[in-house]
């Protein structure tokens, strides 16, 4: 059976991380936990029954956390966002096994009953990010607000993608950058309660990870399992919940392509 655990943040060097025959599954925080665990234990357990293999999920409630965790290698599999493709590849060779082929866009939202038609609007305004480098809803957006639109604006982090959408909802905030999917995925009150008013131009979408110490072989097997479950109209629909609408093979060169987007200078 799958175990679930979550990681404060007490992080083990990577000497001590060692092969247990179990796998690590980390996942980027765009959700609460409650819902994380939700959306990929069902993976999980169909990936266990295919492979054989035995998975342990382990949670991060921030961004940051999750980034750190990454970075000293303390996942075997991880579900990550674009742009920590390449962190995670440089300092560990992550390698990236599968991804959706739809691509995602960065969104700002605004109460929608707010005055705000437009980003000069939001000048000196506060502006909630799930967290300095989430690709689309922060890392890209704030790339555009400042460079494009030259936006002097007040940045608040508040963890997860949820939390910006609540933040705006709340008038707590005058805007919130998210991504296309996960606004797509809240409550339909929720939504109602929200205005887009920008959009980023597309970006690849997140992928799913392997650490190079897992053997070849049992990535090739985890790859096939991933591959072979979305094909079945029951995989197809705990993706969705991902969300992952057409699971395709990916590779690190992929992502390389982020590189000319020149978003170095924003990543904290």
Not at 101 to 124: M, Y
Request: with cysteine; aromatic share 10%; proline share 4%.
């Amino acid at each position: 059976m799958i175990k679930c655990i979550l990681v404060l943040c007490v992080l083990l060097p990577n000497w001590v991380i060692a092969d247990t025959g179990v796998i690590t599954v980390g996942v980027v925080p765009q959700f609460e936990q409650r819902q994380m665990f939700k959306n990929w234990k069902p993976i999980l357990i169909e990936l266990e029954k295919s492979t054989g293999l035995k998975f342990e999920l382990i949670g991060s409630s921030k961004i940051p956390a999750f980034e750190k965790q990454f970075n000293q290698g303390a996942y075997d599999l991880a579900y990550m966002n674009p742009y920590h493709v390449l962190k995670a590849y440089e300092s560990q060779k992550y390698i990236p096994l599968v991804r959706d082929s739809r691509k995602l866009k960065g969104i700002l939202v605004v109460n929608s009953d707010s005055a705000i038609k437009s980003i000069k609007q939001l000048a000196n305004k506060t502006i909630a990010f799930p967290s300095p480098n989430a690709l689309g809803a922060s890392l890209l957006m704030r790339s555009i607000l400042v460079e494009k639109y030259g936006l002097i604006f007040k940045s608040r982090y508040v963890q997860t993608h949820n939390s910006v959408y609540l933040h705006v909802a709340k008038n707590i905030v005058d805007a919130g950058g998210g991504v296309d999917r996960t606004f797509s995925r809240q409550s339909t009150v929720l939504q109602n309660k929200l205005r887009i008013i920008f959009e980023t131009q597309e970006v690849i979408s997140h992928p799913i990870v392997i650490h190079p110490r897992v053997s070849k072989a049992k990535r090739q097997l985890i790859k096939k399992g991933l591959i072979e479950l979305f094909r079945k109209e029951k995989g197809k629909a705990l993706f969705k919940n991902v969300p992952i609408y057409n699971l395709i093979t990916t590779n690190i060169n992929d992502y390389k392509k982020l590189l000319k987007l020149n978003l170095e200078k924003y990543f904290e």
